[in-house]
Every structure is written in structure tokens, then in C-alpha cells.
């Protein structure tokens, strides 16, 4: 789950920072407001990438989806992109818990098999 998700979240990292810069030409928001929210999303995307998973980082990927959807406010083609990368955290979480299940099970195959061959 872990790679899915950072990968995810890097991705989201580069969206936020394009973002940053068409926020820069809105006349009524100052340049120091834009890179300061921006900055700290794209601080908060490169935070998650090593904390997914931990207890309530999922969580916090979740609430910067919403964050980052909401930010269509401002640049209104984030309502799109955030919903893209909303759909592809879901994706990340949902499928990368598959894949770690599925690894576990062929860990403890393995492992059986192995134990089973040494006893013989």
C-alpha cells in the first residue's frame, strides 16, 4: 500500500505546486497566501508519503483529497484534478491493502512449505 499511496501523493505534490502558480495570477490573493498554503500541502503530500502507514495516515491522505478538492474555489480546475486524485487515493488504499494481504499469504505459504520441507 505504502508505494501506491506515495506514489499518489507525489503525483499530488507536482499538481499542488502547478496550482500555486495559477493561483498567482488571481489579483485578489497575494503571491505570500498562495505559496504559503501551497507549500504547506506540498510539505503535507511529502509527510504522508512515509507516515501512510501509520495509525491515521490514511486519514490525513483523506483530508488533503478534501483539501485539495476544495481548493477549486480558487483554481477551479482543482475541482477536476482533486477528484482524480481523490479517485486515484481510493484506488491506492483499496487495491495496495489487496496487494499486501496477498503478500502475507504467500509469506506465510512460504513459510509453511519451508517448515514442512525442513521437518522432512
Request: with cysteine.
Amino acid at each position: 500500500m505504502r508505494t501506491l499511496c506515495a506514489s499518489t501523493l507525489i503525483g499530488e505534490l507536482f499538481v499542488i505546486g502547478f496550482a500555486g502558480l495559477v493561483a498567482m495570477k488571481d489579483p485578489d490573493l497575494s503571491v505570500t497566501t498562495v505559496w504559503l498554503v501551497s507549500g504547506i500541502a506540498m510539505l503535507l503530500c511529502l509527510l504522508l508519503c512515509g507516515m501512510v502507514t501509520r495509525p491515521g495516515g490514511v486519514a490525513l491522505g483523506w483530508a488533503l483529497q478534501i483539501g485539495l478538492i476544495v481548493s477549486g474555489v480558487f483554481v477551479p480546475t482543482m475541482y477536476f484534478m482533486g477528484a482524480i486524485f481523490a479517485g486515484l487515493w481510493w484506488a491506492s488504499v483499496h487495491f495496495g491493502r489487496k496487494v499486501d494481504e496477498a503478500k502475507a499469504r504467500f509469506a506465510a505459504q512460504a513459510e509453511s512449505s519451508s517448515s514442512t520441507a525442513d521437518a522432512a
